[in-house]
């Protein structure tokens, strides 16, 4: 009996280990290998532990190349910004003398009689894929204006930003306009990017740019790479990455020896250790308590304290990605978000709007996303509209303080309450 169930184990065994042979060769047949060791199968991409080079090289030589043409440039203190006075997206984006997007100037000082807000966060903020008369910071000012509200909406967004770098651009350049209200336009999934340095590292198809980093030390936000190290630089610490001193604090680094383990020679099995790291949201930066998750914590409390010590209400609005909203609105239970800690501390902290709450299932569709999955003009109105309600409600039921005014009186119209 027990020789019988030895033969029959060996056998199964050699079945298995003959399938996964077989599996392994599949793999390695069908992917594909570039000349900086990455390998990709399917939608999935392994890694090697050392940089590649020559895709980073490439990259910042293209940079310089063409810099006195580029839209998005180099930025000492934020990583990089927009040119000012300059057009995007075929001139449908246009950026001001000041640097942020909009087809007019501001003055330094807000209008006496009017109301100022300004809007900071990445591409849903900015408005990626929509023209300038389509993007919602635009139809706020109109939907407000039809509230009875008079406003004027300044947009700070930069596409690729983490939410250390909308927190700089207010301190480097947004808290010269003195707005009276300052939405932070929330995308949770940031949090990877504030664990992020070298922003080629995070998407290798991204501008040649290093980008300044907070990081939590001895209990404190203290700020990394500030100055932001110069697309010139990079090539010399790319080549040797390992023995420059921000290395330990490049997330997208260290992570490449994640699976520089002992079955890390096989294919297969790192192709399978990368599905299921995809298929966990990466919780070691979105979670409570991890790197990522309490750093943007703390990002978000610091710029709120900074907003308020400016004289300032601070608003943040949470912008749901399409797949965020499809698992929302699905019929299936719902697991919380592993971000959602971040949610709840802003909804309790803070002037909190939640966008999805305020959207039917029939957004998920295709028509209201740009081809990249950001917002497309339909949904741009939608959260225009929202958002006016809610900064009206707030406004009327003294929750947004606007330490500027003494009464309402001096930015809503006299008919106010006939237009409500």
Same mark, same amino acid.
């Given at each position: 009996?027990?020789?019988? =169930?030895?033969?029959?184990?060996?056998? @199964?065994?050699?079945?298995?280990?003959?399938?996964?042979?077989? =599996?392994?060769?599949?793999?390695?047949?069908?992917?594909?290998?570039?000349?900086?060791?990455?390998?990709?199968?399917?939608?999935?991409?392994?890694?090697?532990?050392?940089?590649? *080079?020559?895709?980073?090289?490439?990259?910042?030589?293209?940079?310089?190349?063409?810099?006195?043409?580029?839209?998005?440039?180099?930025?000492?203190?934020?990583?990089? #910004?927009?040119?000012?006075? !300059?057009?995007?997206?075929?001139?449908?984006?246009?950026?001001?003398?000041?640097?942020?997007? !909009?087809?007019?100037?501001?003055?330094?000082?807000?209008?006496?009689?009017?109301?100022?807000?300004? *809007?900071?966060?990445? #591409? /849903?903020?900015?408005?990626?894929?929509?023209?300038?008369?389509?993007?919602?910071?635009?139809?706020?000012?109109?939907?407000?204006?039809?509230?009875?509200?008079?406003?004027?909406?300044?947009?700070?967004?930069?596409?690729?930003?983490?939410?250390?770098?909308?927190?700089?651009?207010?301190?480097?350049?947004?808290?010269? /306009?003195?707005?009276?209200?300052?939405?932070?336009?929330?995308?949770?999934?940031?949090?990877?990017?504030? *664990?992020?340095?070298?922003?080629?590292?995070?998407?290798? !198809?991204?501008? @040649?740019?290093?980008?300044?980093?907070?990081?939590?030390?001895?209990?404190?936000?203290?700020?990394?790479? #500030?100055?932001?190290?110069?697309?010139?630089?990079?090539?010399?610490?790319?080549?040797?990455?390992?023995?420059?001193?921000?290395?330990?604090?490049?997330?997208?680094? $260290?992570?490449?020896?994640?699976?520089? $383990?002992?079955? #890390?020679?096989?294919?297969?099995?790192?192709?399978?250790?990368?599905?299921?790291?995809?298929?966990?949201?990466?919780?070691?930066?979105?979670?409570?308590?991890?790197?990522?998750?309490?750093?943007?914590?703390?990002?978000?409390?610091?710029?709120?304290?900074?907003?308020?010590?400016?004289?300032?209400?601070?608003?943040? =609005?949470?912008?749901?990605?399409?797949?965020?909203?499809?698992?929302? /609105?699905?019929?299936?239970?719902?697991?919380?978000?592993?971000?959602?800690? =971040?949610?709840?501390?802003?909804?309790?902290?803070?002037?909190?709007?939640?966008?999805?709450?305020?959207?039917?299932?029939?957004? *998920?569709?295709?028509?209201?996303? !740009?081809?990249?999955?950001?917002?497309?003009?339909?949904?741009?109105?939608?959260?225009?509209?929202?958002?006016?309600?809610?900064?009206?409600?707030?406004?009327?039921?003294?929750?947004?303080?606007?330490?500027?005014?003494?009464?309402?009186?001096? /930015?809503? @119209? @006299?008919?106010?309450?006939?237009?409500?």
């Amino acid at each position: 009996m027990r020789r019988q =169930l030895f033969i029959h184990a060996s056998i @199964a065994l050699v079945a298995i280990l003959c399938t996964l042979l077989a =599996l392994e060769i599949l793999v390695r047949a069908l992917g594909e290998t570039d000349a900086d060791g990455r390998f990709t199968f399917m939608q999935f991409i392994l890694e090697p532990p050392n940089l590649p *080079v020559t895709e980073l090289r490439g990259q910042v030589e293209d940079y310089i190349v063409n810099k006195e043409f580029a839209i998005v440039v180099y930025d000492e203190w934020l990583g990089w #910004s927009f040119r000012p006075n !300059s057009v995007r997206q075929g001139g449908t984006f246009t950026i001001n003398s000041a640097g942020f997007r !909009s087809r007019r100037d501001f003055s330094k000082a807000p209008p006496a009689n009017s109301l100022r807000i300004a *809007v900071f966060g990445d #591409s /849903f903020t900015a408005g990626d894929d929509v023209a300038d008369d389509e993007v919602w910071s635009y139809q706020l000012e109109q939907e407000l204006a039809d509230a009875g509200i008079r406003a004027e909406v300044l947009n700070f967004g930069v596409g690729a930003y983490g939410m250390g770098q909308a927190y700089l651009r207010w301190q480097r350049l947004g808290k010269s /306009f003195s707005p009276d209200i300052v939405i932070f336009g929330l995308q949770p999934e940031n949090l990877k990017r504030n *664990v992020n340095v070298f922003r080629q590292l995070l998407h290798p !198809s991204g501008p @040649a740019f290093s980008k300044p980093r907070f990081a939590i030390l001895e209990g404190e936000l203290q700020l990394l790479n #500030s100055p932001a190290l110069p697309p010139e630089q990079l090539i010399a610490i790319f080549e040797n990455f390992s023995d420059h001193p921000l290395a330990p604090y490049e997330f997208y680094y $260290r992570n490449r020896f994640r699976a520089a $383990r002992w079955w #890390s020679s096989s294919r297969l099995a790192g192709i399978l250790f990368e599905a299921l790291r995809q298929q966990e949201e990466e919780p070691g930066i979105y979670t409570p308590g991890s790197e990522g998750g309490e750093l943007g914590k703390a990002i978000i409390d610091d710029f709120a304290r900074d907003a308020a010590a400016a004289g300032a209400e601070f608003v943040v =609005l949470h912008l749901p990605l399409q797949s965020h909203l499809k698992r929302y /609105f699905s019929n299936l239970p719902r697991p919380r978000p592993i971000y959602d800690f =971040l949610l709840e501390h802003c909804r309790q902290t803070y002037n909190y709007v939640a966008l999805e709450e305020r959207l039917r299932p029939a957004v *998920v569709d295709d028509a209201f996303w !740009s081809a990249t999955k950001h917002y497309g003009p339909p949904l741009h109105a939608l959260l225009a509209r929202v958002l006016a309600g809610e900064l009206a409600n707030c406004i009327d039921s003294g929750a947004c303080r606007l330490a500027r005014f003494d009464d309402l009186a001096a /930015f809503t @119209a @006299a008919d106010r309450s006939a237009k409500r």
